[in-house]
């Protein structure tokens, strides 16, 4: 099963390739592959196939195929990366084999790969040594667009690395899976088909020219000679694509040869697709098992791979992944096209049960490796490292806003998705896409917030058209107070009942803030008397609070309160109490190399230095002003990439002492937050220096960020939930747009500018 560290990461995988009951290798390999990482993932519903249909057919798919693309229809490439970017998967592991997409040499699946969003894992299943120039165009393409490629054999590395320049550390081994099968006596099933007493040599596969079944067939009489029990079974339907282009002619040859030689007694043809289960009785009721096939560049054979594992004694011809996979006397190599040499081998094995035996086991062993289960963690175990790795170093993508408009001008303050977001009740937590979702209710965090958007909008440009919002979320405020516990709460389901008595000091802090802006901002003296009330109701309990946050928020809200009545000694009181509670904490735990109150930075953590700076200023402290300052200061170089723009602190992880740190997910929090603090950072030095900083923490939600995409939704007026390693969390929930908002009015605020 998935281990913690994996299942943390990686919730929805897709597979993209041919599917069973479509009749081809790559089907069969797609569809093991999913079952596999479905078992190990432990959920049949992380796992999902986005199939290719071959024109003029239709096939009964099983659930799990999510999206079909028929192979020619360029269209349809489009619409499945869209899908899959739509539905967020964590990773996409493609299927690839030239003949099973549509264009030239299969170029269509370009356009799919290029217009995902998600990290992809691509699996070669050809790669020529010596290719046409076409392919070995889209095998770089592909490559360019993949995390990974996979390879199924060593000496696919080799030929990736040197015929087509691809970099060693871009090229992963997976073995191909097979069927986990006991190490059985060929006797157990030959009574299932018949051939009790009689010795097995089989081939199976898709039946089509170059497999070179009729040198098997021409060297069949030297060995009945000898052995005239000998049964050679052709197991396998004609492949779809021959049948359908030149019919049954290949069969049918095979069928005269066998005439020709008087050989009817000792070939069986089993012209019929066989299930999994059929397949390994098939494959355990042979003695022998041989692949003849023609083709020196064939990289990789699943029922070469199936009999290996299995214990099967195997006779091959050398092409690339018979030598590998039969090196080391786990089989033997025959030359192409020579019957003799394959009758000699023949009898070699029949004739000498201790060797066959040997051989058998070395397979065997070689093949336990190869099982579904262990191939299954490998892909599992690669995909967490791919999403490890791009936390770490992200890939740009190509902004989606034009620079001009969003860097050089601020954009136009738009309430749509606050209005949306917003019903009788107040404003709701979560969003899917741009649209509410009601399951997870309300909660006074995000209604404190929505009341400062208000207030700041109405600052700013005295539209009484907000009235109705400002009444909602103060109303939410004043209802979420519990005032036998003199407590807010937090959460309120969607039905409006209250899920706790008391909710966390943080969300008591965020409400004091809230209502501090509405004490300086109502629209009219009964809403700013009504907030005075609440205000200092909830300001009590604060003082026994042991949340840093918790301080910072409350002292925030104290501070625009007191720029109103700043005759009022109890507040001034407690301003002194918390400033000093946070200013110890920060020289308590501080040093050179780490100028910050915890061993750990992790959320809203600006809004701490932003406390020391207000109360350092008003107090006034020139030491908690100072320290304030150079928190605020070390907070933005460690949040500074390389080329100058703000790369957030992620929330996965977040940033040790120890200098253990997440690049990923990035939350808009965390912009706001450092924007506020800078502006006030402003507002008590003048200097311009924290003015550019603060526009700089206004550019990340515009596409100055380690992704180049813009999180801002202009149409929607929103923002998306966050950045993660594979772009933006297309959601926009309550939190994001607030901060996106209360960042843009403050920036409106400080630059004194008018509205678009």
């Known amino acids: 099963m998935l281990t913690p560290k994996i299942k943390e990461k990686l919730n929805r995988i897709a597979v993209i390739g041919n599917y069973l009951p479509r009749l081809c290798g790559i089907a069969t390999f797609t569809t093991d592959l999913c079952d596999a990482l479905a078992m190990e993932m432990g959920d049949e519903r992380m796992i999902a196939a986005v199939v290719m249909d071959d024109l003029g057919n239709e096939y009964s798919y099983p659930d799990r195929v999510k999206f079909q693309v028929r192979d020619n229809w360029l269209p349809e490439y489009l619409q499945a990366a869209e899908y899959l970017n739509i539905n967020q998967y964590d990773i996409v592991i493609l299927q690839h084999e030239f003949g099973i997409f549509g264009g030239e040499r299969g170029a269509h699946i370009i356009r799919l790969i290029k217009n995902l969003k998600i990290p992809i894992i691509t699996t070669l299943h050809t790669i020529l040594k010596d290719p046409p120039r076409e392919q070995k165009a889209i095998t770089r393409e592909i490559a360019k667009y993949s995390e990974k490629i996979v390879v199924l054999s060593q000496m696919g590395k080799s030929i990736l690395m040197d015929a087509y320049d691809i970099p060693e550390n871009k090229v992963a081994f997976i073995p191909h899976g097979i069927p986990d099968v006991g190490f059985v006596d060929p006797c157990f099933h030959k009574d299932t088909f018949g051939v009790e007493d009689r010795m097995v040599i089989l081939s199976f596969g898709l039946l089509s020219p170059g497999k070179g079944y009729e040198y098997v067939i021409q060297a069949l009489p030297d060995v009945v000679k000898k052995y005239p029990e000998v049964v050679y079974v052709v197991l396998g339907a004609t492949h779809p694509h021959i049948l359908k282009a030149t019919g049954d002619s290949y069969r049918q040859s095979l069928h005269q040869l066998v005439n020709r030689l008087g050989l009817e007694n000792n070939v069986q043809f089993k012209n019929q697709f066989i299930e999994l289960e059929g397949l390994c009785q098939f494959i355990g009721a042979a003695d022998i098992y041989i692949t003849p096939y023609l083709s020196k560049e064939q990289i990789v054979s699943g029922t070469l791979a199936y009999t290996l594992g299995a214990g099967k004694a195997v006779i091959s011809t050398p092409y690339l992944y018979a030598e590998e996979l039969l090196a080391e006397k786990r089989g033997i190599l025959v030359p192409f096209k020579d019957p003799k040499a394959l009758s000699r081998e023949i009898l070699n094995l029949l004739g000498n049960d201790p060797n066959r035996n040997a051989l058998r086991k070395r397979a065997y062993q070689y093949g336990r490796s190869m099982i579904w289960k262990e191939v299954a963690r490998e892909y599992l175990g690669l995909s967490h490292e791919i999403l490890k790795n791009l936390e770490k170093v992200p890939k740009a993508k190509s902004i989606e806003v034009p620079v001009s408009k969003t860097v050089d001008e601020l954009p136009k303050v738009d309430l749509q998705h606050l209005r949306v ?110 907030a005075a009330r609440l205000f200092m109701k909830a300001l009590p309990v604060v003082e026994g609070f042991t949340s840093p946050r918790a301080w910072a928020f409350t002292l925030v809200g104290m501070h625009t309160y007191l720029s109103v009545y700043g005759g009022d000694a109890e507040v001034r009181r407690l301003r002194v109490v918390l400033s000093a509670k946070l200013y110890s904490l920060f020289k308590k735990k501080s040093g050179k190399d780490w100028p910050w109150l915890e061993d750990i930075v992790t959320y809203d953590n600006a809004k701490l230095p932003h406390a020391l700076i207000l109360s350092g200023q008003w107090l006034p402290d020139a030491g908690m002003h100072e320290m304030g300052l150079s928190a605020l200061k070390w907070l933005l170089k460690i949040q500074t990439s390389p080329k100058g723009h703000l790369t957030i602190i992620g929330n996965s992880e977040w940033h040790t002492r120890g200098g253990k740190r997440s690049n990923f997910d990035q939350q808009p929090l965390e912009a706001m937050s450092l924007l506020d603090a800078c502006v006030e950072a402003y507002r008590s030095s003048k200097d311009k220096f924290w003015l550019k900083e603060a526009r700089r923490c206004l550019n990340w939600f515009l596409g100055q960020n380690d992704l180049n995409i813009s999180l801002h939704d202009f149409k929607s007026g929103g923002c998306h939930d966050g950045l993660t390693p594979n772009g933006v969390n297309a959601n926009q929930g309550a939190e994001s747009t607030l901060s996106w908002l209360i960042s843009l009015l403050i920036m409106f605020e400080v630059e004194g500018k008018e509205v678009a």
């Open 421 to 530: 977001m917003t019903d009788g009740t107040g404003m709701l937590q979560h969003a899917v896409y741009s649209v509410p979702e009601r399951e997870y209710g309300y909660c006074t965090d995000d209604n404190a917030r929505a009341l400062i958007v208000v207030c700041l909008y109405y600052s700013l440009y005295k539209d009484e058209n907000v009235l109705p919002l400002f009444q909602t979320y103060l109303s939410f405020l004043l209802d979420a107070f519990n005032r036998e516990k003199g407590r807010f709460r937090n959460f309120m389901s969607y039905d409006r009942k209250w899920l706790e008595e008391t909710g966390s000091e943080d969300s008591h802090g965020r409400a004091i803030w809230g209502l501090g802006l509405v004490v300086k901002h109502s629209l009219t003296d009964s809403n700013r008397h009504m």
